[in-house]
């Protein structure tokens, strides 16, 4: 399998390019979007917390599906030692496409490379658009548990692009 391009290559938030071809319509969609990391969206427990955490975006940006699943699994890690009631939620979906338009190296590549001629790209992922000050993850837990949930959250702030900063509100 080939190695992944890097996250700055995807970060910045861009309308995509797409074809609008008059003569053959079905050239303007994306063929065979591949399938997301992400395994769950909600873990744990469904019921009533003290205090809810959220882990709120500073920027406007793209976050790849396989950045979102490592840090899914590091939150879930992270509570779980400390406690096993918690409830965690990844609130972002990543639904747009991220196409790559591979060029040829090495010797003799010029003689079959197309270049930008069509250019359109073949998928090789997806991303989660997210906008500035949008919920990225929800942790609930108990009070006496708010010091782990910061812990996980700092730590899944490590596995994503960009800055990001934990909200806590308490129930009434």
């Known amino acids: 399998m080939a190695k992944l391009r890097p996250g700055r ?20 969609y994306v063929k065979g979007v591949p399938g997301s990391r992400i395994s769950q969206f909600e873990m744990g427990t469904k019921k009533d917390y003290d205090v809810t955490l959220y882990l709120v975006s ?6 790849r599906h396989n950045a979102l699943e490592a840090a899914r699994m ?6 779980e030692k400390a406690t096993k009631e918690f409830f965690i939620k990844l609130r972002v979906y990543p639904h747009h496409v991220l ?9 003799g590549a010029d003689r079959f490379q197309q270049g930008m001629r069509h250019s359109f790209g073949v998928p090789i992922g997806t991303a989660a658009q997210v906008r500035r000050g949008q919920k990225i993850f929800e942790v609930r837990v108990n009070k006496e548990f708010v010091n782990a949930a910061k812990e996980a959250l700092n730590r899944a ?5 960009l800055g990001y900063r934990i909200v806590i509100e308490e129930k009434k």
């Open 9 to 28: 290559c995807y970060r910045k938030l861009r309308r995509p390019y797409t074809r609008q071809s008059k003569r053959n319509p079905r050239k303007g």
């Open 58 to 63: 500073d920027q406007t940006l793209q976050i």
């Open 74 to 79: 590091a939150v879930v890690k992270t509570v």
């Open 99 to 107: 196409r790559e338009n591979r060029l040829a190296t090495g010797a």
């Open 157 to 161: 702030k490590h596995k994503l692009p």
